[in-house]
Structure formats: structure tokens, C-alpha cells
């Protein structure tokens, strides 16, 4: 199986502890990206990084990219409740016409 | 200012039946994804197509026809439904390459 593998896959945190969530996938690729998707609402876009990169930061999240392991994490600094959600990997893999391999997600709660 | 919406939000519908969804994209994207989300997330891609062109065809039912009658849309079609068809299914769009923008899910329940 394409799948990505994402690690834990769930994970219950205080307000303000970080959050870290993994994610292991099996092909080469051109990017790796994160969404998040709150109960019965569509994925949103977090993070995009590309393969020639090893760490990007947007805000309260770290992302790291590690190829030679084939994999990556996502760190949530200082949670909040409203952080609460399902968080995915995808990879856009070399050759597959753009099409992104999602894992299973990691299911977050942020407990206030 | 919807980027990308999907119609109907919600679909119940009876074994045997077919249906259509229907999604716009208003962000000039070039290609449109179509996506599928079982009862454990898990989400695999079913169709994509590039300027009304399709590159992404997964091993999905030819019973699941998709349709881009310009590059702002992307509907599906499905006949004859059945029961393991219940799920959510998302549209998305993007550049090539870059992330991926999706709709709000069309909720499919087959009964």
C-alpha cells in the first residue's frame, strides 16, 4: 500500500503543551504537506515542504522532513482547545501526476 | 466568497439509485481532484483532471463517472449506488504541485 503511516493516532493534551505528530511514508517524493480537518468540515492546508527542505515554520507549527527516513513530524507549540482536530499527512509523490497519498491521520484533542 | 463548494452537502439516497455531485472551484486552479473518506478518515483519491483533461483515474467502479465541463468544475456521477458507497466525498483543487484546496464534502448515505 501507498498509505502513509502517521503516528500516534491519537493523542489528548493540556492547553499549552506541545503537540508532536508523525508521519512515515514509502516513495520518493516532490512534497510532503499537513492539513488539519475539524469534525464534519473539509481539510484545510497547513504546511507545504518540499523535498530539498528539512524544516519549515508557519506560526505555532514546526514542520521537519527527513528523506533519507522517509519521514516527517508536525509540532503544535502552546495548544489551544481550538486546535482540537484530525491532522493528515500527504505526499505528493515523484511521477504520480500530482496526486496526494494521505495517511491515516492523527486524532488531537486539546483538553482547556 | 467560497473558494471551492460542493453540492448537496448532504445525499441520501437508496441502493440502485444514481446521482450526481457537483463542484466549483473560483481560485483559477488548473486541476480538480476528487477524493473519497471512509468511516475511519482514511482519505484515497479517486479522479483528477487538468484543464478539463484526466490524468488520475484510481481503481475506482466505472460506475463512478466523473465529468469537467470547464476548468471551474468537476462533478461525479454515480449509478447504480451501493451500500459501500456511503461515505464522504470531498473535491479539491490546485496548481500542480502546491496544496490542495477542498470543498466542504458531500455526505453520502446509501440505505
Known amino acids: 500500500s501507498q498509505q502513509g503511516e502517521e503516528d500516534p493516532q491519537a493523542l489528548s493534551i493540556q492547553e499549552g503543551e506541545n503537540a508532536t505528530m508523525n508521519c512515515s511514508y514509502k516513495?520518493?517524493?516532490?512534497?510532503l504537506q499537513w492539513y488539519r480537518q475539524n469534525s464534519g468540515r473539509g481539510l484545510v492546508h497547513l504546511i507545504l515542504i518540499r523535498s530539498n527542505e528539512r524544516e519549515k515554520h508557519s506560526g505555532r507549527l514546526r514542520v521537519t522532513l527527513d528523506t533519507s527516513k522517509k519521514s516527517s513530524s508536525l509540532l503544535i507549540t502552546a495548544s489551544r482547545a481550538a486546535d482540537t482536530a484530525s491532522y493528515f499527512c500527504a505526499t505528493d509523490p515523484y511521477n504520480q501526476g500530482g496526486k496526494l497519498i494521505f495517511g491515516q491521520g492523527t486524532e488531537l484533542s486539546v483538553k482547556p | 466568497d467560497t473558494a471551492v463548494s460542493q453540492t448537496p452537502k448532504y445525499l441520501v439516497t437508496q441502493m440502485g439509485n444514481d446521482k450526481s455531485i457537483k463542484c466549483e472551484q473560483n481560485l483559477g486552479h488548473d486541476t480538480m481532484y476528487w477524493y473519497k473518506q471512509d468511516s475511519k478518515k482514511f482519505l484515497k483519491i479517486m479522479f483528477s483532471y487538468n484543464n478539463k483533461e484526466l490524468i488520475i483515474n484510481e481503481t475506482v467502479p466505472n460506475r463512478f463517472s466523473p465529468k469537467s465541463p470547464d476548468k471551474a468544475h468537476l462533478n461525479l456521477h454515480i449509478n447504480s449506488l451501493e451500500l459501500g458507497d456511503s461515505a464522504v466525498y470531498f473535491c479539491?483543487?490546485?496548481?500542480?504541485?502546491?496544496?490542495?484546496?477542498f470543498g466542504p464534502g458531500t455526505r453520502l448515505t446509501v440505505t
Open positions: 516513495t520518493s517524493i516532490n512534497n
Open positions: 479539491a483543487s490546485s496548481t500542480r504541485s502546491y496544496e490542495q484546496y
